[in-house]
Nanobody, 124 residues
Framework: QVQLVESGGGLVQAGGSLRLSCVAS????????MGWFRRAPEKEREFVTA????????RYTDSVKGRFTISRDHAENTVYLQMNSLKPEDTAVYFC?????????????????WGQGTQVTVSS
């Protein structure tokens, strides 16, 4: 079984940057997909980005393209989310999740295991 632990959230001013980390432990598979989702107050959970651990292929939601970058470190079993040019509307709890296979799905119900989340707050 896989366990995921996120870190790196915090409070930042608009225009600032944060880097989130998601460390995977337990039974991990190099062919998995890792994704980041977020849930803003009183909103539904939404897809942010995903990466294939095998190929490195990535997918982003339109609102973060050009500002966020997802990357992986196989040696550390860690996936990162570099967030630049942050906006107040990026404020949310950010979750990492993993799924089997190579499809970079935007659907949260395709993901099997979730972390506990880390809060990101962007002040204006």
């Amino acid at each position: 079984q896989v366990q995921l632990v996120e870190s790196g959230g915090g409070l930042v001013q608009a225009g600032g940057s944060l880097r989130l980390s998601c460390v995977a432990s337990g039974r991990t598979f190099s062919s998995n997909v890792m994704g980041w989702f977020r849930r803003a107050p009183e909103k539904e959970r939404e897809f942010v980005t995903a990466i294939s651990l095998k190929s490195g292929n990535t997918r982003y939601t339109d609102s973060v393209k050009g500002r966020f970058t997802i990357s992986r470190d196989h040696a550390e079993n860690t996936v990162y989310l570099q967030m630049n040019s942050l906006k107040p509307e990026d404020t949310a709890v950010y979750f990492c999740a993993t799924k089997y296979g190579s499809l970079l799905s935007q659907l949260s119900d395709r993901y099997d295991t979730w972390g506990q989340g880390t809060q990101v707050t962007v002040s204006s």
